[in-house]
């Protein structure tokens, strides 16, 4: 993972959406970062809670151009996921469903997106070759039943709409006392499997 073909060092992007900057989901994503650190790659930490940005206002400005023309933070962050070859995006649970920040972040990628030819309504403004990784937390001990339709629509988004090549997804529960995170049986299992997506990446 140190170093892709050219000598270049992986850059990894990594989405806060947790109006927490120091709460459980970052943990979990502090957490990988440093494993993504540890072999080499280049991290960047975003936490949107400190950007000024607005929800898409679908002026479908985008589809008449070729990029967001709503100038806010969000500007910034299409350059960033650009230049990134690995997206994380964390955010718990409230109320069955992500953050309203990290869903705002979301709708906005909508500008990534160009008027598709033929049948394809949509053609991706990102480059190929790109991997996400989302970590949802929760306080169900059986989230990852209850909350797996967020897994589903977030591939659809991610892999299916802006074309990222590989995607993995996970959910983790917190424990009671808010204690011990990382070293629950989901949250090792998880860093498990994270940890070789990185690696491979």
């Known amino acids: 993972m140190s170093v892709r073909a050219g000598g270049e060092r992986l850059k990894v992007l990594t989405i806060n959406g947790s109006p927490r900057k120091d709460g459980n989901t970052a943990t979990i994503l502090k957490q990988l970062e440093r494993i993504a650190k540890k072999n080499g790659a280049k991290v960047e930490h975003v936490d949107l809670v400190d950007l000024d940005f607005s929800d898409c206002m679908e002026c479908m400005g985008c589809q008449k151009g070729t990029k967001c023309i709503t100038d806010d933070?969000?500007?910034g962050i299409y350059g960033k996921m650009q230049e990134a070859d690995l997206m994380m995006i964390g955010s718990?649970?409230?109320m069955d469903a992500e953050t309203g920040l990290t869903k705002s972040f979301v709708?906005?990628?909508f500008a990534l997106l160009a008027p598709g030819k033929g049948s394809d309504p949509f053609d991706t403004r990102l480059d190929k070759g790109k991997k996400a990784l989302i970590v949802f937390t929760c306080g169900m001990s059986e989230g990852g039943?209850?909350?797996?339709?967020?897994?589903v629509r977030y591939?659809?988004?991610?892999?299916?709409?802006l074309g990222y090549d590989d995607f993995r997804s996970f959910i983790i529960p917190v424990p009671p006392a808010r204690k011990g995170l990382l070293k629950t049986p989901a949250?090792?299992?998880m860093i498990e499997e994270a940890s070789r997506?990185?690696?491979e990446s």
């Open 107 to 109: 709708d906005r990628t």
């Open 197 to 199: 997506f990185l690696v």
């Open 145 to 151: 039943v209850v909350y797996h339709g967020l897994t």
């Open 155 to 161: 591939f659809d988004t991610l892999v299916k709409l």
């Open 73 to 75: 933070d969000m500007q």
């Open 92 to 94: 718990p649970i409230f």
């Open 187 to 189: 949250a090792k299992a």
